[in-house]
């Protein structure tokens, strides 16, 4: 009989990981996710397995984000040696996800480590290196859609397109038992239905099981049309009284699809005279990821037609390598900002903001494409600035799922 534990993920959203159990399939963890928040040196460190790593036979995995993928690497150090199984796409995208990862965490272990060695406290040894992120990278199998392929005595597993980045997948999970097929199926995370950039999620014919992540289960998305509108009006009526906007955003898949829409705008021109008086400059910060990932992107024939012609076309939007350096100190003056932060996506000192920089109300802290607004739920003023006053309209609550870019205003 089989035994299904949930490790992760279990009353909460991040750090999905479930170990499977079975005589047919033996022991194979399904994802192997980081928790999210705090700094990076926090998260993996207190991390701990509750199994004995070099006992799993294989890990499966439905994509590539961190919150599914970010502990393979300590996995891995601890002495799993098995395959891990995942679509082709996924495989491209882990090697960026993981470096971008451990970059961020050997700076912050770095830091760390300066205040303990400033206050005589013990050093901290990394919990993995660059080492085990290629052993991880030389375990991983990448997969086409809809192959079946054997991943135990009597078991196998086959990828569906889950419509959320990417290479992301339902998996389906079969088992033999007493000469019965029992069919595990298992949702990842689902996109939404017509995307201007995924394929819409498929659906498994059958299963006997279902494992779903209900994260944004309890609210009904708003039409895209709705959604792309008000975008629209955000952007027009800010630049029109002098204003800038600041999107906090994952650096693979949402802010991809935000590039999209504003190339579409550009190439409809209503990102420029007379409709815009001030035309947008796009910046970016951090190392190069939604570059990266976009290069795979583009390589990836997954993408909706519409999409495709506008990846292939020469326009003003297209997905290019920023990097701090370029922005530092640079005025900021009509400019739209995707911030993919050097802290994983909290917002601090952004894009060379002037010394006078306008907070977010704390209390009144949100999101627009899934990054967030710095530790104390604000934009966090450091050396040398000045906060004098709030005046920055806020938009979209965190974890409102309401519209593909969760657009909601707020009023201060």
């Not at 993920?9 to 750090?15: C, K, L, N, S, Y």
Request: contains cysteine; aromatic residues 6%.
């Amino acid at each position: 009989m089989a035994t299904l534990t949930f490790y992760g993920a279990a009353q909460e959203v991040t750090g999905s990981c479930y170990l499977i159990e079975s005589p047919a399939l033996g022991r194979v963890l399904l994802e192997c996710g980081m928790h999210q928040g705090g700094t990076a040196v926090d998260r993996i460190r207190d991390e701990s397995f509750a199994f004995d790593p070099a006992d799993i036979d294989a890990v499966v995995l439905s994509h590539g984000h961190l919150d599914h993928s970010g502990m393979l690497p300590k996995l891995v150090n601890q002495g799993f040696s098995g395959p891990i199984y995942c679509t082709q796409s996924t495989r491209q995208l882990l090697r960026i996800l993981f470096e971008d990862a451990l970059g961020l965490y050997e700076r912050d272990l770095e830091r760390e480590n300066l205040r303990r060695q400033r206050s005589g406290r013990a050093l901290i040894e990394p919990e993995y290196t660059e080492k085990d992120v290629e052993a991880a990278l030389k375990l991983c199998q990448g997969q086409p859609y809809h192959a079946r392929v054997d991943i135990g005595p009597q078991a196998s597993v086959r990828f569906l397109d889950a419509g959320h980045i990417l290479g992301s997948s339902i998996v389906e999970l079969t088992l033999n038992e007493k000469g019965a097929d029992k069919v595990l199926v298992f949702s990842g995370d689902l996109g939404n239905s017509n995307s201007a950039l995924m394929n819409d999620p498929e659906s498994p014919q059958h299963a006997d099981i279902v494992m779903m992540e209900g994260t944004y289960g309890n609210r009904d998305h708003r039409s895209q049309e709705q959604t792309l509108e008000q975008f629209r009006q955000v952007l027009a009526e800010t630049w029109a009284r002098g204003g800038n906007v600041m999107i906090p955003s994952f650096a693979i898949g949402r802010t991809q699809e935000l590039i999209f829409h504003l190339g579409c705008l550009h190439q409809a021109g209503e990102l420029d005279p007379p409709s815009m008086p001030h035309p947008p400059q796009i910046a970016g910060r951090g190392k190069p990821l939604r570059g990266k990932a976009a290069a795979v992107k583009g390589h990836r024939m997954r993408l909706q037609r519409q999409a495709q012609r506008l990846v292939i076309g020469d326009h003003l939007f297209g997905f290019r390598h920023h990097r701090e350096r370029h922005l530092r100190l640079r005025p900021l003056r009509r400019r739209l900002g995707m911030v993919k932060d050097r802290q994983g996506g909290r917002v601090a000192q952004p894009l060379g903001l002037p010394k006078r920089l306008a907070p977010v109300d704390p209390h009144a802290a949100h999101r627009v494409g899934g990054g967030q607004l710095a530790d104390r739920l604000g934009v966090e003023a450091g050396a040398g600035f000045e906060v004098f006053d709030i005046r920055i309209r806020c938009l979209a609550p965190v974890h409102d799922p309401r519209g593909g870019f969760l657009l909601q205003p707020v009023h201060h």
